[in-house]
């Protein structure tokens, strides 16, 4: 049985070029310390900012404005709690949406138990924010805005670019996350108007455990990790060497390549979402243009999102379901709510992510799967027969 | 995969789908806000479950539940029936992971829902559909609630996980 992996927004596979990056490394006896004044140690640190020059290229920025970090969950906790301390004395008022993702929204909760205030701007049904209720929820007291990029759910690009010029003209740092989105559209961290962006390199096509934090010159920011001068003592501690140079590979990889793949992905996209035409009542969820070329989110009427993850892998046929199961409850995800989806159909959802490896023939057998398993789980579903 | 091989051939092979004709007893609990909803209907002859269907909404866990449920209490006089419990139904499973066991007390609850139920109808009592009765069967000291998140252990109606901090559903 031939896998199917249609869960790149987890993880993306290791780039072929990424591997023999890393290897090639390996080989090289690449141990050194980057900091040691030596010649292993220069080497090492040759090697670290030919990455972090790549990284930078793949935004836009400049190399020194680049932080690596443990990934893309770091990144943005450096970002949010690094400039709430450092802001501390001007205010500690924050604004953020209600669809952010984990690390964002249990960053805020933190923070507010420390004192902060937090304003989350509602989403509509695509899942967009408004710029202008950004700019009206500003008070003199707001130190930051932070507003992800795309969203991991549903796939929904954000109007970043507008809210960066708001941000610039309140003078309020401004934070975007860009996890999901970094790597697979372009990014130009000046176009968007941001002074911190976090990305991770699992996304697409490097290693996990590794990311990198933008920080724009001059911004106002505590580091996150306290201890040695790496990073220039923005992030402290021995670098992830081996993370880095597989980071660097794929950034430069995903710089070269990202119009070929997204046109590929974005081709899977549509081809997927004309097939799901023919199953009753499916609904697509996010905004249909405005969203990441390579996510499908959909909720199927009357059926557990669970229950259909597993029956495709069982094909294998590798996907995610956005539901989460307290004390036997499935809790639905609050980005489907947010957007106004019915609790039970919530349930009901899966993700599909497209990768540049995946092929309309696998859309054609994951859809025959689903369609059994959803005819299946439907036969024994007492709401169906209740509609 | 999370599930024992005792759960998945449950749920990819469904014992006793579907529904009834004239039933002589339904039980439904859960709703499909909380993401699970089962129904069981049982047919009574000389006191013992004689037919017993299941349709159920929900996630793999639930699912296999009902069908080994059903299983169980085929058969079963409607005494040895009420004595089904949510422990023996995962134990006879394989075991469920932790933040799955309230799937267990819903299908030991439907049972028990549909028995009392029928005992209902006899005595020429009314269906009481709008009803929530979930705790009804015996229920064995070891039903726990535990976070999804972090698997810490919980008292019963805690609204945040009293480890990790993060927010539960409350029990309908």
Do not use: W
Not at chain 1, 23 to 31: L, T
């Amino acid at each position: 049985m031939d896998m199917i992996y249609f869960d790149n927004i987890s993880a993306t596979q290791l780039h072929s070029k990424v591997k023999e990056a890393l290897i090639d490394y390996i080989q090289k006896d690449g141990f050194g310390n980057p900091l040691s004044q030596h010649r292993i140690g220069d080497s090492a640190s040759e090697a670290l900012e030919e990455a972090r020059t790549k990284v930078a290229g793949l935004i836009n920025a400049r190399a020194p404005e680049i932080v690596f970090t443990s990934g893309g969950t770091e990144s943005i906790n450096h970002a949010i709690k690094g400039v709430a301390f450092a802001r501390a004395k001007k205010g500690k008022h924050i604004i953020s949406t209600n669809i952010e993702h984990q690390s964002v929204a249990r960053t805020l909760r933190t923070l507010m138990r420390m004192g902060y205030q937090v304003t989350l701007i509602p989403v509509d049904k695509y899942g967009l924010v408004d710029p202008a209720a950004v700019e009206k929820a500003i008070t003199d007291q707001t130190i930051l805005i932070t507003v992800m990029h795309a969203n991991n759910e549903i796939g929904t690009v954000e109007p970043i670019a507008e809210i960066g010029r708001i941000a610039k003209a309140r003078n309020v740092i401004f934070h975007s996350d860009a996890v999901v989105s970094c790597g697979n559209i372009p990014i130009d961290v000046d176009e968007l108007g941001v002074d911190l962006l976090s990305i991770a390199a699992n996304q697409f096509y490097g290693p996990s455990g590794v990311g990198a934090l933008y920080i724009r010159t001059k911004t106002p920011i505590f580091p996150f990790v306290d201890g040695g001068t790496q990073e220039n003592g923005r992030r402290a501690g021995t670098p992830n060497m081996l993370g880095i140079i597989g980071m660097g590979k794929a950034a430069e990889l995903a710089h070269v390549e990202m119009p070929q793949r997204m046109e590929h992905v974005l081709r899977l996209r549509r081809y997927l979402i004309k097939r799901l035409g023919e199953i009753d009542e499916i609904t697509i969820n996010g905004h249909p243009e405005k969203c990441l070329p390579g996510l499908v989110s959909f909720s199927v009427a009357y059926i557990e999102g669970e229950s259909m993850m597993i029956m495709l892998d069982e094909e294998g046929i590798c996907v995610s379901t956005r539901s989460a199961c307290a004390s036997g409850s499935l809790r639905a995800s609050h980005v489907l709510i947010a957007i106004g989806t019915d609790y039970a159909l919530a349930q009901g959802t899966l993700v599909f992510a497209f990768g540049m490896d995946n092929t309309i023939e696998q859309i054609d057998r994951a859809v025959e799967v689903l369609k059994k398993s959803i005819a299946f789980l439907r036969n024994m579903s007492p709401l169906y027969k209740k509609k | 995969m999370q599930y024992s091989e005792t759960v998945m051939e449950h749920f990819k092979n469904p014992k006793n789908v579907g529904k009834l004709e004239d039933p002589d007893g339904v039980g439904e609990v859960g709703n499909p806000v909380c993401g699970d909803m089962m129904t069981i209907a049982i047919k009574v002859k000389d006191d013992r479950i004689d037919d017993i269907k299941f349709e159920t909404y929900g996630c793999g866990a639930a699912i296999a539940v009902s069908s080994m449920v059903t299983e169980m209490a085929k058969g079963k006089t409607l005494e040895e029936a009420m004595k089904i419990t949510n422990d023996s139904v995962a134990q006879e499973l394989g075991g469920l992971p932790k933040n799955k066991l309230h799937c267990s007390n819903l299908g030991a609850d439907a049972l028990h829902k549909a028995i009392m139920n029928y005992y209902d109808r006899k005595e020429g009592k009314e269906d009481k559909e709008d009803k929530k009765v979930e705790f009804i069967g015996e229920r064995t000291k070891k039903s726990k609630c535990y976070c999804p998140y972090c698997d810490t252990e919980l008292p019963k109606q805690s609204p945040f996980c009293t480890k990790c901090g993060k927010p539960t559903i409350e029990h309908k």
